[in-house]
Every structure is written in structure tokens, then in C-alpha cells.
């Protein structure tokens, strides 16, 4: 976010000084504490004191990106604490209304996972998938209305997102509801403020020790609160004594002088976790923000470009998340200062004090026509009170479409409340999302839809984010089709003879910052290497197998080779080679359909088969098999960039050094996923099918790690036709040294089955992000070229061993008999035994 400078004193005074000297109540914690609570009385026979957070943006106006930055920061933390792998299998879950757009933001900082919070609103045709109580609340019952009961059902970690955690029952009602019907080994509460008593902390640790289960806690902040005997009845009393102070104030009697604008909100995009919300739903709504906050912008028009001017964007009870986004990207186009805050259900005291910390208060009639019946609404510290330095210059009010009645424009509805205190009201409305309804039971489920028979390559950006030149995908999409799974699943699956692992898709794994400035600082180090083994290759190519080639990579490792090797061509030779990608799987063969296609639009003579590295040969030596059979004379010998296997004849290099696309799976190679072959999806005349992960854009390095070897072709030429000349008189013929290494291998630790030994850096960085690892072998002098593959295995505590007797620079090893109970409680590999 831009820093900008804000008006008014620099004097803080804590917010909480009021309610501490008339009702006795102690804030004790770390130092930081005062500057993020304040304290102010409710209006609940429950319970006395409110704390009021500074950072959450419910009722204290606040520069949007120190809400967002407050959840995302603790979303980060969850993610360190439970790994990549667990996190992928998590799901998040805020808590109505006032932890809605925390928990989407700690959702953000995951990455990850799904978003789900709970609803005070029931909606017709969805069903009810659980629920539970909040005990000291105003409004008690939460229902849980997933449209993707998967969310609930998995046996991934659960984070639980408040924004204060005090006597914790609210939480423990959640668990049991919860646990009662989808069980699972792993919760993690986050919250805000942690201001539990040592009888609270206690009676936690129990239940969980009851259950079963861990229960961790992630907190911004930690103190307690001291309440003296007598604290309820002496806050009913002081707020029936300030009640009448005039701090509420009155709405206006006719209707607002407002103007609606049109935000342009994507269409089918929920309007938060209601229902669910996905890290693709995070990923549009990403893209669609600048040209949302640019309407926002023309509609303020002068006032949103003054400096001193002050912008309130207000949200509405649980539509919290996607104004505080709105918010956030007004905040970037305007030089005004913008804050953010949404109305509440809550009732509380407004003293207009500067030590208290709720100093005014609209009140308003609902206006989503609410399930327990008509009721009073509450803005907070949105009218100026006896400050004009607090007074807004405009108030862009955000709704959802079920908000938008009569009731919201009424005389005394909120926009008429709004409108004495503000010289501008704007009205946004975004479409309440409405999930689909489910097919009747008797109904079977239809078949997904997708591309079939001798449809013409995929081309970016439709699919891929290569460029259309790049490369032509001979596959079916199958981004609408859910086929993840988790890592273990699959694993336990495909070792038991129950799935083959070309069936289903791994959870795409979203590296760490670290992990991306690893990968950085590799491609910066190896570029030119690359570089220099891509014109080796293609030169190789050129010479002995085409002049003009049809380059046909093995989706989807060898497609940034096979991008490369094309660049190469057009910039040494100026040739414009044709370049597709296509499915091959272990044990199923190439996909048939794809080589009918090849063959009826260009020579079989002319076609070379291009992956990215060699491993112990067996794709190298199914493609020959499967070219075999198909007996349409391809050329079964494959060009690869690295053969440290020695498993083929036309190479750049038989170094196995680190080849950085090895270290990312789709987002460095063009967002495509592994390639899935299934028999209820693809039948005999079907291509091979694939996804193409749009909602990973802001991670993609696809064209950035082509470009930036390409950007070296000019200082390695000389040396790479000097390597290419050298090949041609060498003799290159396949020694298979990698296929006996991984045979001793396999028997010397207890394997007995070479598929689950993986030599070679590619191959080992493979293991670590998508099977369950043993454990890895690696050469004591390899050097920088597994630093990626140590920062793995350490975040996944896989062992490493060192040894001197590798032809390749490591292996990596699948646990030889996976199951459930071979991972720890923390969901990482055992050790070796």
C-alpha cells in the first residue's frame, strides 16, 4: 500500500480510558495492546464490555490496508505453522458477523485454502450443513451454508477465525458441532487478541486433550481483562444514565440525496464466504478491482482528488470482505485519505469521548429483511459528533443485491442516516451470490462438459498464459472439473492398486516467499547454462533429425524447453517451428488421438518428440513402446535438455544440474496442470485433458523464466554451436547408467520397485511437491543445485542423506509402503527407519 500522510493531532489517547475509570475494568498485556483495543459498553444483558478492535474495520473507521495487512499477516503465520501441505488442505473459517472479513483476509495470507463464515441469514434452496451458538452474543444462532460441502467434510486442518478470543466457548461450541459430524485431528484458532484467563486457557487445552485433537492459537496480540464483582449491573446502569447524551444521532425524515453507482462486479462471483470462497474466486476478484476502484473514483469525482479530503467506504454487517478490497484499491487510485469500516448488528453505548472508544452512532432499520424479524442497525463513529476534523467529505455505502429494498432508502434507512453527515453518499450494490441448485437425487449427474474428438490445439490466453505462438495444447480443458485431491490420498491410492495417479491432480503447490527467492536466485545463476544447452539441443535438432522440425513437447516439463527450443530456432536460424504439447502417461501410453491429429497435419518424419530432463529413462522408454505401436512412423528418439539418465541421444548436456522450472509445477509452465487421463472423461477418440489455473496469474514466472533464458541466447552462441558441433562427432549412444543406479537402489534400501525411486534434480524436486517422501539421497559435492531441494525437505521434515556413490546429483525416494499412519501427527513423512 502507498503511504500517505493522514490529518488530525498525533496526540493518542487510548479509547479505552473512559469505560476503565467509571466500571473498574483492567486491560493488562503487552504493550502494543492499548493501540489495538479500546473499550466501550454494550447494550447486552450478557455482557457488559465490548473490546473495540482498532485494526478489524467494524466500528472504528481505518486506513483499509491496516485491516487487510492485520488478517493477512496472521494468514501468513498459519501458513508457516502448518507447512504448505497442510495448509493446501485447510480450510478457513470466520465467524458472523464480525470476523467475516478477517477470516477472508487470513484466507488471503494462506493463500491456499477456501474461505467459509458462518450466516445469520438462512437461503432458500441451500442447505443447512451445520451450525452452532455464540454464547455471549446478541444474536446467537450461526448456520454454516457451504454450496461445496467438501469444505466441511475433508480431514484437513480447521483455522477458526475471531476477532477476540476471551472465555473461548465460542469456540468450543464450534468444534463440537463440527468435530460431532466431520472429525478431523488438527484445529487452529486465530484471532486478534488473545484475552483468555489461565481458567480459560486451561478449560481449552482440556477439551482438546478430550477430543483428541491439536488445537493451536495464532494471535496478533495477548493481555487480560480484570472485571471487578458487580461489573454487569454497573454497566447497565451508566449505559441507562448516557443513553440520552444525544451521541445517536437522529436520521434524516426524507429520503437521501445519494447516486448509485455501477461497480461492474464480475458476473458469478460470490460476494464472500457466505457460501464459499475459493483462491480462485480470490483470483478474479484480484483482476477486477482497478476497474471496480476507477468507478468508484469518477463517481467522487473532485473530491476523491483532494489530498485532505477523508473517503468512508462502509460495508454492511457480514459483507465485510469486499469492501474492505474496494477500499483498498480506492485507496491506491485516490490521493484522498480513505478509511473503511461496515454497519453492525451490535448495540453499544456511544459516549462522545475522546478515551471512549465508540463516540457516535447512526441507528437504522435492517434492510436485508433479516430471518429474526425487523431490527435496529448500527454505523459507528461515522457521524463527526463535536469534532469536525472526524467529518467525512463523502460515504460510499456498499450493499449486497438482498439489501438493496425500500427499507435502505426509506426515510430514516441508512442512506437517509448518512446523508446530514457527509457532503456526498455514493451507493454501490453487489449481486448477492445465489449458489446453483443441486440436480434432484434421482437425476444423474451429466457428464462434465468438454472438448472432444479432433478439436484444434488450446492456445494461450484462452489456455495457458503462453503466448498463442508458443504453443498449441493437445488437450481437452478441464479447468471446470474438480480433480484434486490430497497428497496422501493419492499416494495410499496409487501404492494400493486403486487409482493410477494419471487419474486425479495434486493440490498445486504454492511456494513460500523463500521458495520463490530461491527459485529467483537459481534462474538468475542457471540461465545462462540453459541457455546454452537449449542451443546445443535445437542445433543438435536442426542438424541431424530436421531443417524444420515440429516440435512436440511431453506436457508439461518439456514444454518450456520446447517454448526455448522454438525461440532458439527463430533467433539463430530465423525459423518458425510449430510447437505443441501432448500427453504421455507411465503405464497408459501417449495419447493416440493427439498423434492422428499430428499425423493428418504435418509429416511423422518431421516430429520430435522434446522433454525437459531424463530421470532412469521410463517415459523415454514408453514413448518408444507407445510409438511402436501406434506404427505411423514417428521417430521414437527424444530430445531432452538434460540427460544425466543417459537415456537418449540428442541432448544439450548430461550434467544434472538444476534446471529451475523443475522447482514449480504450473506457474512456470504456462498455469497447465499435470495431464489427467480418465476413462469417465476421455474416451477413444477424446484427447488427453488438462487445467489451466487462471486463478494463479499473480504467481505465474511462465514467460518470465522463458524470457529471461532467451535474454542469454546472444552471449552463449558460440559456445552452444561449439557444444553442438562436439555431440555430433561424439558418440551419444544410451548407456541406461541412470536405470541400473536406481535398480541398486531400489534393493539396497528395501524398496523393491524402481517407480518409487526418482533420480535426478527434476525428478527429486517432483517427489517433494507432489508424492509422499521417504527420504533423499544426495551427493556430498552438489552444491547450490539442491538448495531447493533441502528447503523442501525441511519444510516437509523429510530426511537427507549424504553419500559419495550417486551418478546423479540426488534421488529421491517415495515412502515404500504409504499409508495414512506412515505421516506424523503433523501431517509430514516419518522418518526412515
Known amino acids: 500500500m502507498t503511504e500517505k500522510t493522514v490529518k488530525g493531532k498525533n496526540t493518542v489517547v487510548w479509547t479505552g480510558e473512559w469505560v476503565a475509570e467509571r466500571l473498574g475494568v483492567e486491560l493488562n498485556g503487552a504493550a502494543e495492546l492499548p493501540g489495538l483495543v479500546g473499550l ?34 496472521l494468514g501468513r503465520r498459519v501458513r508457516a505453522l502448518l507447512g504448505d501441505e497442510a495448509a493446501a488442505r485447510a480450510v478457513v473459517l470466520g465467524y458472523a458477523e464480525t470476523a467475516t472479513g478477517l477470516g477472508h483476509s487470513v484466507a488471503d495470507g494462506l493463500a491456499l485454502a477456501p474461505y467459509l463464515h458462518s450466516t445469520r441469514r438462512p437461503v432458500p434452496g441451500v442447505e443447512r450443513a451445520g451450525g452452532f451458538e455464540e454464547e455471549h452474543s446478541h444474536a446467537t444462532s450461526h448456520l454454516l451454508l457451504p454450496e461445496d460441502r467438501g469444505l466441511l467434510t475433508g480431514d484437513g486442518p480447521l483455522v477458526l477465525v475471531d476477532d477476540e478470543f476471551s472465555t473461548g466457548r465460542t469456540v468450543l461450541n464450534t468444534i463440537a458441532a463440527l468435530h460431532a459430524r466431520y472429525p478431523r485431528d488438527r484445529y487452529v484458532i486465530v484471532a486478534l487478541t488473545d484475552m483468555r484467563s489461565a481458567a480459560d486457557r486451561a478449560r481449552l487445552e482440556k477439551f482438546a486433550a478430550d477430543l483428541g485433537a491439536r488445537v493451536d492459537l495464532v494471535a496478533l496480540t495477548a493481555g487480560t481483562v480484570r472485571l471487578p464483582d458487580g461489573v454487569l449491573e454497573r454497566g447497565q446502569e451508566l449505559v441507562a444514565r448516557y443513553e440520552p447524551d444525544g451521541s445517536t444521532e437522529p436520521a434524516a425524515p426524507a429520503p437521501a440525496d445519494f447516486s448509485r453507482v455501477e461497480l461492474g462486479w464480475p458476473a458469478g462471483l460470490p460476494d464472500g464466504g457466505r457460501h464459499g470462497f475459493t483462491p480462485a474466486h480470490r483470483a478474479r476478484l484480484d483482476a477486477a478491482l482497478p476497474g471496480m476502484a476507477a468507478r468508484l473514483a469518477e463517481a467522487l469525482g473532485g473530491t476523491g482528488r483532494r489530498a485532505e479530503a477523508r473517503v468512508l467506504v462502509l460495508g454492511s454487517e ?30 453499544v453505548l ?13 441507528a437504522f432499520p435492517a434492510h436485508d429483511r433479516p430471518a429474526d424479524g425487523p431490527g435496529e442497525r448500527y454505523a459507528y463513529n461515522v457521524a463527526p459528533g463535536a469534532d469536525p476534523a472526524r467529518r467525512f467529505d463523502a460515504v460510499v455505502a ?32 453487489i449481486p448477492a451470490y445465489a449458489p446453483a441448485q443441486p440436480a434432484a437425487p434421482d437425476v444423474p449427474r451429466p457428464r ?32 471446470g472439473v474438480t ?21 486425479s491432480l495434486p493440490v498445486e503447490y504454492q511456494p513460500s516467499e523463500e521458495y520463490q527467492a530461491l527459485f529467483r536466485t537459481a534462474l538468475e545463476t542457471s540461465a545462462a547454462r540453459i541457455a546454452r544447452a537449449v542451443g546445443a539441443v535445437t542445433e543438435t535438432v536442426l542438424a541431424e533429425r530436421s531443417p524444420r522440425p515440429v516440435l512436440v513437447s511431453l506436457a508439461r516439463a518439456g514444454t518450456p524447453v520446447g517454448v526455448l527450443m522454438r525461440r532458439w530456432a527463430q533467433y539463430a536460424h530465423g525459423l518458425d517451428l510449430p510447437h505443441y504439447a501432448i500427453s504421455i502417461v507411465r503405464g497408459r501410453g501417449i495419447d493416440t488421438t493427439a498423434l492422428r491429429w499430428l499425423a493428418a497435419h504435418h509429416d511423422p ?28 512412423g514417428f521417430d521414437p528418439r527424444i530430445a531432452v535438455l538434460a540427460d544425466p539418465g543417459g537415456c537418449v541421444d540428442t541432448y544439450g548436456t548430461r550434467d ?3 534446471i529451475p522450472s523443475a522447482c514449480l509445477n504450473s506457474t512456470v509452465s504456462g498455469l497447465v496442470s499435470r495431464t489427467v487421463l480418465r476413462a469417465d472423461l476421455v474416451g477413444p477418440d477424446d484427447f488427453h485433458g488438462a487445467k489451466f489455473y487462471r486463478e494463479l496469474a499473480a504467481a505465474d514466472v511462465s514467460r518470465h523464466f522463458v524470457d529471461t533464458v532467451a535474454a542469454r541466447f546472444a552471449e552463449v552462441a558460440g559456445d552452444a554451436r561449439a557444444d553442438a558441433a562436439a555431440l555430433r562427432a561424439a558418440d551419444r549412444a544410451p548407456t541406461w547408467a541412470g536405470w541400473a543406479a536406481v535398480e541398486r537402489i531400489s534393493e539396497a534400501y528395501g524398496i523393491h520397485d524402481v517407480n518409487l525411486v526418482k533420480p535426478g534434480v527434476g525428478e527429486t524436486t517432483r517427489v517433494l511437491l507432489r508424492r509422499v517422501p521417504w527420504k533423499i539421497l544426495a551427493r556430498t559435492d552438489a552444491g547450490a543445485d539442491l538448495a531447493h531441494i533441502r528447503l523442501l525437505a525441511a519444510q516437509r521434515g523429510v530426511p537427507v542423506e549424504e553419500t559419495d556413490d550417486l551418478p546423479y546429483s540426488c534421488v529421491g525416494l517415495i515412502h515404500p509402503r504409504y499409508t495414512r499412519g506412515a505421516t506424523g501427527a503433523d501431517g509430514r513423512t516419518v522418518a526412515a527407519k
Open 350 to 362: 456511544a459516549v462522545d469521548d475522546p478515551g471512549y472508544a465508540i463516540r457516535t452512532r447512526l
Open 605 to 632: 518424419a518431421d516430429v520430435v518428440f522434446v522433454d525437459g530432463w531424463t530421470g532412469k529413462g521410463a517415459i523415454t522408454r514408453e514413448l518408444a513402446q507407445a510409438l511402436r505401436d501406434a506404427g505411423a
Open 483 to 503: 480433480l484434486e485431491a490430497p497428497t496422501e490420498e493419492r499416494e495410499e491410492a496409487i501404492q494400493r492398486g486403486g487409482a493410477h495417479y494419471a487419474e
Open 40 to 73: 466501550a459498553l454494550r447494550r447486552n444483558p450478557k455482557r457488559a464490555h465490548l473490546l473495540v478492535s482498532q485494526v478489524l474495520g467494524k466500528h472504528v473507521p481505518q486506513r483499509p490496508a491496516v485491516v487487510y495487512d492485520a488478517g493477512h499477516g
Open 318 to 347: 457480514e459483507l465485510m470482505y469486499a469492501p474492505l478490497r474496494l477500499a483498498a484499491a480506492l485507496d491506491e487510485a485516490l490521493p484522498a485519505e480513505v478509511r473503511f469500516s461496515t454497519t453492525t448488528r451490535s448495540p
Open 398 to 429: 456498499l450493499v449486497d443485491s438482498a439489501g438493496d429494498t425500500p427499507e435502505l432508502h426509506a426515510p430514516g434507512g441508512l442512506l437517509a442516516a448518512l446523508a446530514p453527515h457527509t457532503g456526498q453518499v455514493l451507493l454501490g450494490v
Open 656 to 658: 544434472d544440474f538444476l
Open 448 to 479: 462434465p462438459e468438454v472438448r472432444t474428438g479432433m478439436q484444434e490445439p488450446l492456445r494461450g490466453p484462452a489456455f495457458s498464459s503462453y503466448a498463442p505462438e508458443d504453443v498449441g495444447w493437445l488437450l481437452q480443458d478441464f479447468s
